[in-house]
C-alpha cells in the first residue's frame, strides 16, 4: 500500500532530528528501519533526506511509504464487506457473526482477511492484513484493520495502552442483578483444551469488565459492557462467572432456543487517529438475530 503522510514543522518540533520527530509521533523502531529500507522514503520541502538531519519550523516532512508485498496464504475472496468508515490509513468493517478473521484449516476462504485481499486485488492495491481487534467468528460487529505498517504499529500501541475503548452489547437470560458493576476475575487457559478459558484466582491474568443492564424484555437481558483488559473470550467467561452467561454461546452455555451463536456485538468504537489523532467514533446497530430477541412482543 503507497501512503505519503506529511506533517508541518512547528518551532516546539525545530531543531529534532528526523527520527526523533517521527519517535515522537508513534513510529517504533521497527518502523523507522522499514522506512529507511525503501527508495527516497524521507522528502523535506521536496529534497530527500536521511533520518539523522535537523528539522526547522515550517519545513514540510514527507513520509512515503511504499509497500509493495501482498499478505501470503491469505487468497483473495470475493466475499460482500459492510465497510462503516475508510480512509487512507484504516477501515472500519461491521463484521457479520460467523466470519472468521484470519483463515484456518477449516475456514480457509471465507475470512475478512480473504475479502479485503480481494477487495484491494480488485483496486490493484497490495495488501497486508493488520487486524487491531480480533474479534471470534461468531461475534459480529466493529472491527478496525490498518492499511499500512505506520498505522499499523501505532494502533496496536494504543490498544496496548488501552487507548481504544470499544463498547459490546451482550444479551443473557433473565433479569441482571445487579444491574450495573465490575467483574474482576483473572482468566487462564482451561486445563486439557487449547480454546477454553475460565475464571483462575492463582494464575490467571488480571481481566476487568464494566457492565450496565440496558434493557430488559421477553424474558432476557441486553448488557452493555467495556473492557479494560482484553482477554480471550473475557466477556463470556466474565458473564457467566457473574451467573448470567451469554446465549447461544457453544463453549460457555449451550443455550440455542433463541439464538445459534453466542449473542454478542461489537457494537461502539473509539479512538484517536492513529496518523491525524482526530478523535474517531463508531457504531454498529444490533444485528437482526439479537434485536429480535429484544423486540417487545
Known amino acids: 500500500m503507497n501512503r505519503t503522510i506529511q506533517y508541518t514543522i512547528t518551532e516546539k518540533d525545530s531543531g529534532l532530528r528526523i527520527e526523533q520527530f517521527l519517535r515522537r ?93 480481494w477487495y484491494y486485488q480488485e483496486q490493484g492495491k497490495p495488501f497486508i492484513f493488520r487486524c487491531c481487534n480480533r474479534l471470534d467468528r461468531d461475534t459480529s460487529g466493529l472491527t478496525v484493520v490498518s492499511k499500512h505498517l505506520i498505522s499499523g504499529s501505532i494502533l496496536s500501541t494504543m490498544t496496548k495502552n488501552r487507548e481504544v475503548h470499544r463498547e459490546y452489547l451482550a444479551i443473557v437470560k433473565g433479569s441482571v442483578t445487579p444491574a450495573a458493576g465490575t467483574i474482576c476475575a483473572p482468566l487462564a487457559r482451561k486445563e486439557g483444551t487449547i480454546i477454553e478459558r475460565t475464571v483462575d484466582f492463582e494464575h490467571g491474568e488480571e481481566a476487568i469488565t464494566h457492565y450496565r443492564l440496558v434493557k430488559e424484555a421477553n424474558g432476557h437481558s441486553l448488557v452493555s459492557l467495556k473492557l479494560e483488559t482484553g482477554r480471550t473470550h473475557q466477556i463470556r467467561i466474565h458473564m457467566k462467572y457473574l451467573g448470567f452467561p451469554l446465549i447461544g454461546d457453544y463453549l460457555y452455555n449451550p443455550d440455542m432456543e433463541h439464538m445459534s451463536r453466542q449473542a454478542l456485538h461489537s457494537h461502539h468504537m473509539e479512538f484517536a487517529h492513529p496518523i491525524t489523532g482526530e478523535w474517531m467514533s463508531f457504531t454498529a446497530p444490533l444485528p437482526a438475530d439479537m434485536a429480535n430477541i429484544m423486540t417487545d412482543k
Not at 49 to 65: E, F, K, N, P, S
Not at 88 to 117: F, Q
Request: aromatic share 6%; proline share 8%; net charge negative.
Open 25 to 117: 509521533r508513534g513510529y517504533s523502531g521497527q518502523n523507522l528501519a522499514e522506512i529507511k529500507r525503501m527508495p527516497k522514503s524521507i522528502l523535506v520541502n521536496g529534497v530527500h533526506y536521511y533520518m539523522r538531519q535537523i528539522l526547522t519550523a515550517g519545513d514540510i516532512l514527507q513520509v512515503i511509504i511504499c509497500e509493495t508485498k501482498n499478505s501470503e496464504k491469505i487468497p483473495p475472496v470475493e466475499i460482500p464487506l459492510d465497510i462503516i468508515y475508510e480512509d487512507e490509513d484504516i477501515i472500519v468493517i461491521n463484521k457479520p457473526a460467523g466470519m472468521p478473521i484470519h483463515p484456518s484449516m477449516n475456514n480457509y476462504y471465507n475470512s475478512l482477511a480473504n475479502a479485503l485481499a
